[in-house]
């Protein structure tokens, strides 16, 4: 089906894109163990800044319309464009260690992102997408006095977004993206003279694969793609009370991708 200029169908629907590294997985937590039995509730919100997106052009549509407004991809061109991704989303995951050494989580949450594409515009949207993530982690090496922890944490997760408007031009596309996520992750607990006292910092890498689509809710079509991706990062865990934590977490490839919340733990 030929492209629909006004409604900006060439811009996004017309393309196969694989996205980079946006919406990986934030971990926010240390590698540590947990007791058997323990669970917490980790609320937290986990933002991008002007994250790179590769989007590999797969295009035979024809673009019509007149005006001064160009889109934000040409029809009938291959290669690769890159664009920026600036979001948020608010965060609540549910983690428990029912047994020795298996952890188990799933979180959920609500937030927004925008694509600001060179030459366009910033598609952006009015309406809240939502995230879901669930996995398991298990501690390969226990955190000891004498050498730190080694975790390997395996999740699987879903965006989805609506995007409304293209610079002045209106759009009605969903943006869905999975993701399945393999993390390596090292850290080791730092004490104090108070024992509710403690400072943890984790670090590791990530290895992402993303299946992307997107599809155009007024004139039918639909694009995807997958892309795989190597992510290091870095963070932070520190007590303040027995059962109370703060944690920070980043990574700085391609853009900023950081992450911050709290830890409440149940025993």
């Given at each position: 089906m030929p492209c629909k200029f006004k409604r900006g169908a060439c811009s996004l629907a017309s393309v196969f894109?694989?996205?980079?590294?946006?919406?990986?997985?934030?971990?926010?937590?240390?590698?540590?163990?947990?007791?058997?039995?323990?669970?917490?509730?980790?609320?937290?919100?986990?933002?991008?800044?002007?994250?790179d997106l590769k989007f590999t052009l797969s295009s035979n549509g024809t673009c019509t319309g007149g005006g001064t407004y160009n889109p934000a991809f040409v029809c009938n061109t291959n290669g690769n464009v890159k664009v920026h991704a600036t979001g948020g989303l608010g965060m609540v995951k549910l983690l428990a260690q029912p047994w020795e050494a298996v952890q188990y989580y799933v979180a959920g949450g609500l937030g927004n992102m925008s694509l600001d594409i060179p030459g366009s515009g910033i598609a952006t949207t009015q309406r809240t997408g939502f995230a879901l993530v669930g996995g398991a982690r298990a501690v390969v090496i226990p955190d000891t006095i004498v050498g730190p922890a080694l975790t390997l944490d395996l999740s699987y997760g879903l965006q989805r977004y609506r995007l409304d408007a293209l610079g002045p031009t209106a759009i009605d596309q969903q943006l869905d993206m999975r993701q399945a996520q393999v993390a390596i992750e090292t850290s080791h607990r730092f004490d104090f003279k108070d024992p509710k006292t403690s400072v943890e910092p984790y670090g590791g890498v990530k290895w992402l694969r993303t299946w992307s689509s997107l599809t155009d809710n007024q004139a039918g079509g639909r694009a995807g793609g997958i892309q795989d991706a190597f992510t290091p990062f870095a963070g932070l865990?520190?007590?303040?009370?027995?059962?109370?934590?703060?944690?920070a977490e980043a990574s700085f490839v391609d853009g900023v991708q950081y992450a911050a919340g709290a830890h409440i733990r149940f025993r």
């Open positions: 894109f694989f996205s980079g590294v946006a919406g990986a997985q934030t971990l926010a937590t240390s590698a540590r163990q947990l007791e058997p039995g323990t669970w917490k509730l980790i609320p937290y919100y986990q933002g991008t800044k002007a994250q865990q520190v007590s303040v009370y027995e059962h109370e934590s703060l944690f």
